[in-house]
């Protein structure tokens, strides 16, 4: 796996990015992907998580982006998405994606592997 992210920028307050995560190592389809952002001054959080399409396709939503939020994959692109709208300046932070066998009930804390370099999303009032 060598995952790149990228679609991020600056954009208002309410406004709209898609974010992609790119596999150049064309195995993507057979992970699950993680998604996670990092502020300035904060740790880590995990933002979404999407199993791979041949385990069952299931995502998940940390509780602050559900319904704005939204994970997706095209495995003949090696791409996973996320594509995030109503965007608040509190979703500023790197986003970045992993890599993980499966996301399961304990996504947030399972290991991931192969992350990206980020990308800066900042989002103003």
């Known amino acids: 796996l060598q995952l790149a992210e990228s679609g991020g920028g600056l954009v208002q307050s309410g406004g709209s990015l898609n974010l992609s995560c790119v596999d150049s190592g064309h195995t993507l389809r057979y992970y699950a992907v993680g998604w996670f952002r990092q502020a300035p001054g904060k740790e880590r959080e995990a933002v979404s998580c999407i199993n791979n399409s041949d385990y069952d396709g299931q995502t998940y939503y940390t509780e602050s982006v559900k319904g704005r939020f939204t994970i997706s994959r095209d495995n003949a692109k090696n791409t996973a998405f996320l594509q995030m709208n109503s965007l608040k300046p509190e979703d500023t932070a790197v986003y970045s994606c992993?890599?993980?066998?499966?996301?399961?009930?304990?996504?947030?804390?399972?290991?991931?592997?192969?992350w990206g370099q980020g990308t800066q999303v900042t989002v103003s009032s």
């Open positions: 992993a890599a993980a066998p499966y996301c399961g009930g304990n996504w947030k804390s399972r290991e991931y592997r192969d």
